[in-house]
Nanobody
Framework: QVQLVESGGGLVQAGGSLRLSCAAAGRTFSRYAMGWFRQAPGKEREFVAAISESGGTTVYADSVKGRFTISRDNAKNTVSLQMNSLKPEDTAVYYC??????????????????WGQGTQVSVSS
């Protein structure tokens, strides 16, 4: 079992920044690829960013590329998402997820098995 707890969400004006964090407890964190997904009201959950188990590989959705940065600290069992130049369309509940143990960064929601409870990010225009 891996328990994931997100933090850092909030309300910010367009153009602003937020940093989300996800703390992991349970099995060896460094074995898992980690991802961030988001879900806006009335929409399906969508991929945002992912990072491999070592942190050597990162992948991003086209909509956030150049604005968001995913990183991890395996010593502290945390993964973060730095979000800059936020837009109103970034408004959603953001979820942290751990994969099934392959360690490979993936855009595929089905590759992830453990999920946090989510944190709300709201961007005003």
């Amino acid at each position: 079992q891996v328990q994931l707890v997100e933090s850092g969400g909030g309300l910010v004006q367009a153009g602003g920044s937020l940093r989300l964090s996800c703390a992991a407890a349970g099995r060896t964190f460094s074995r898992y690829a980690m991802g961030w997904f988001r879900q806006a009201p009335g929409k399906e959950r969508e991929f945002v960013a992912a990072i491999s188990e070592s942190g050597g590989t990162t992948v991003y959705a086209d909509s956030v590329k150049g604005r968001f940065t995913i990183s991890r600290d395996n010593a502290k069992n945390t993964v973060s998402l730095q979000m800059n130049s936020l837009k109103p369309e970034d408004t959603a509940v953001y979820y942290c997820a751990a994969d099934r143990g392959t360690g490979l960064a993936s855009k595929n929601l089905l590759a992830y098995y453990y999920w946090g409870q989510g944190t709300q990010v709201s961007v005003s225009s």
